[in-house]
């Protein structure tokens, strides 16, 4: 019993001091200066070189693990799919209850990451980037709210929902951040206005 205490304990001081580390070393606007400025180049790019929603755990893969994260009440059946449950999407504040109303959005779209320094990383680090679930990198969202973000960045779309839109940005740097993602000269002055009001 106490060696159960003693693990628990160790583990839960591991959680914390990797917290506090995450906090000590992630700061949005510090971040946002230290990305690299960029011209942009789209050749070559394919969405098929970033392999998506890979199996995670069973028969459930990256898109049906974040339908589970990001969902309220969600029920299964044996293959994953989700059957019931509810999703609110923060890009618009709407609530569904139909899984197929949700699209998985990649908070930094893989065309976007390509353009970004992504067309140099191997094939394992495109598929990690396009199937990350510890980073803010992938979100639950309306589908057609998704579909009109597209590509773009934050110089030329952000989330109708205003309150959501510091969240979002400080998001954006952390994973361009994390990858080594460069940013182009108008997504870095949308980034640093929208950081200064936040």
């Not at 700061?27 to 070559?44: C, F, I, Q, Y």
């Not at 205003?162 to 080594?180: E, G, I, L, N, S």
Request: aromatic content about 10%; charged content about 20%.
């Amino acid at each position: 019993m106490r060696r159960f205490y003693a693990r628990r304990r160790v583990s839960i001081l591991a959680a914390l001091s990797g917290l506090i580390a995450s906090a000590a070393l992630f700061n949005a606007p510090t971040a946002s200066a230290a990305l690299t400025v960029a011209t942009e180049d789209r050749t070559g790019y394919n969405r098929d070189l970033f392999n998506h929603w890979i199996t995670i755990s069973g028969t459930c893969n990256t898109r049906e693990t974040v339908l589970k994260r990001d969902g309220t009440n969600v029920v299964t059946d044996s293959a994953c799919a989700s059957t019931s449950g509810s999703w609110y999407s923060p890009y618009d504040g709407a609530t569904w209850t139909l899984a197929s109303d949700l699209d998985i959005d990649h908070l930094v779209p893989l065309a976007e990451a390509w353009d970004s320094g992504a067309d140099s990383w191997s094939s394992a680090t495109r598929q990690a980037f396009a199937n990350d679930l510890t980073r803010p990198q992938l979100i639950a969202v309306t589908d057609n709210v998704n579909q009109a973000k597209g590509d773009q960045d934050p110089a030329t779309w952000m989330p109708s929902r205003t309150a959501y839109r510091c969240t979002y940005v400080r998001a954006w740097v952390q994973v361009k951040y994390y990858y080594d993602l460069s940013v182009d000269s108008a997504e870095k002055s949308a980034l640093t206005s929208y950081l200064s009001s936040c």
